[in-house]
């Protein structure tokens, strides 16, 4: 969960309020806490009225609990059964408290889920008693023939807790598809796509529940229709994020999704956020970290007209963000088949990119430049593609790349920066076929030996010694031989 990645003070102070109702709970022995009907509990964080906030604390409070779950295990195998003790009652607690501030915000649970609540209410009483008896004796034998007992009881808890977690995610994922399903309100529809975007965040997991349970068609069908325009753009975020699992690609190729991303970008009347959406749409579709692209055959039906939309998007884009989509769709499509390079020069895409890298308010992070010069490499390999790219001045550009650096110390910027570098080395050492490309580079080879100090900080001589056939095999899925 995306949870965890946040600052510890943060994540501190967000949990202060439910662990204070843990440990409320804990001093009244897990007895509920009265009020009158028209009141609010002020410890049930309740009060928020949108289904995404009750989604995302009940998201909160399952992590709180699997975290304490896994806490538990690792005093268990320290033999702290004081602290084994302690953590089972937070968790018997915080399991109360998951139920009942679900139950604050659903109106309806099935007998399934019942069934389940009851199931880890009874296993989280069983757990604390029976770590309560371990508390009681001193004897080790007997402690250790307890011990896996007590182990054997905390995966029975952790399975009852997955699965109940399981099915109320399923059941809330079902509530806001039939919300977009029965409603023809904007304002519900939208409120619904914006609870589902919020549950493909959480993760891969959450990605697979809402695909399998008819999210992407149901995505699709509001793509379809003209009176939902304006969530176009949000919509096709959202099917973004959920098209990372192989479940959600099976559902998009089978309601026509490609065919519905070609009708959308090619269609003038739509918006640029609209088109940058669905150039995010088929970034990740044709991601070449995916390995279950293979059955997207209605691609390859459907290209020509998506690369020139693409292609159109970039030269017309107003901001980086919408370039960066466009150029990251075609970067991954250049991988995806290699008819898409062709395409490209028919469309005199070079000359449109390496303008697009003259403007610094277009191309204005590595992130983008890393896209054309994958693009560029990519391309490299057709002779008339090296031809296009020598006229266009494109060395110079590359030359330029080969010293990339990053503009603050973020760990994803200077990977970023340092691809950036790796393949324009590698489009340099493609280009070489052509005389003056190679004397350039020679060139810049005898500088880094002469004056070696004076290039070290932008890294040049990992770049331009023999190491090079190292970045060229990272970067490339084609083998080839410089010799």
């Given at each position: ?363 204005d992070t590595p ?6 010069v994958t693009i ?85 001589q990992q770049l ?20």
């Amino acid at each position: 969960m995306h949870l965890i990645q946040v600052d510890s003070v943060q994540r501190w102070m967000e949990d202060l309020k439910l662990m204070t109702d843990c440990e409320c709970m804990c001093i009244l022995q897990s007895k509920p806490i009265s009020v009158e009907k028209e009141e609010q509990n002020e410890l049930i964080l309740s009060s928020q009225s949108s289904t995404c906030d009750h989604l995302q604390l009940l998201l909160k409070r399952a992590w709180i609990i699997s975290t304490e779950l896994s806490r538990i295990a690792q005093k268990l195998e320290k033999n702290r059964w004081q602290r084994v003790h302690s953590v089972t009652v937070r968790v018997n607690c915080h399991v109360h408290s998951m139920i009942n501030e679900y139950h604050t915000f659903t109106r309806s649970s099935s007998q399934e889920m019942h069934q389940l609540e009851k199931l880890l209410i009874d296993k989280c009483s069983e757990f604390t008693a029976f770590t309560e008896r371990c508390l009681q004796t001193e004897d080790e034998e007997i402690l250790k023939s307890m011990k896996s007992c007590v182990n054997e009881t905390l995966t029975t808890v952790a399975q009852h807790f997955g699965h109940l977690i399981e099915l109320v995610l399923t059941q809330e994922t079902q509530t806001l598809l039939r919300q977009m399903e029965l409603s023809g309100s904007v304002f519900i529809t939208e409120s619904a796509i914006r609870g589902l975007f919020s549950l493909a965040q959480e993760g891969a997991h959450l990605c697979r529940i809402i695909a399998q349970e008819g999210g992407v068609v149901a995505l699709f069908k509001i793509c379809r229709q003209d009176c939902f325009r304006c969530l176009y753009p949000q919509t096709l975020r959202t099917l973004a994020s959920i098209c990372c699992v192989e479940e959600g690609m099976h559902q998009l190729e089978k309601v026509d999704g490609i065919l519905c991303l070609a009708d959308i970008l090619t269609d003038t009347s739509h918006s640029e956020a609209t088109h940058a959406e669905a150039a995010a749409v088929i970034a990740q579709i044709t991601s070449p970290h995916l390995t279950f692209t293979q059955h997207l055959s209605s691609f390859l039906e459907n290209m020509e007209e998506i690369v020139t939309a693409l292609v159109k998007l970039c030269q017309e884009a107003s901001s980086g963000e919408v370039f960066l989509l466009a150029s990251a769709a075609l970067a991954n499509i250049t991988f995806f088949d290699t008819m898409a390079c062709e395409i490209l020069l028919q469309l005199n895409a070079m000359k449109i990119l390496l303008a697009a890298c003259s403007d610094k308010h277009i191309v204005d992070t590595p992130y983008s430049r890393d896209q054309v010069v994958t693009i560029l490499a990519n391309m490299s390999v057709l002779d008339q593609c090296a031809s296009e790219i020598i006229q266009g001045n494109g060395v110079q550009l590359l030359m330029e790349m080969l010293s990339e650096k990053p503009s603050s110390g973020s760990a994803a910027e200077v990977a970023a920066c340092e691809r950036v570098q790796q393949k324009s080395a590698v489009t340099l050492a493609r280009l070489s076929r052509a005389p003056e490309v190679a004397e350039a580079a020679a060139a810049l080879r005898r500088l880094a030996v002469m004056n070696p100090d004076g290039l070290e900080d932008s890294d040049f001589q990992q770049l331009v010694k023999p190491r090079l056939v190292d970045s060229f095999l990272l970067c490339t899925n084609m083998e080839e031989s410089f010799v």
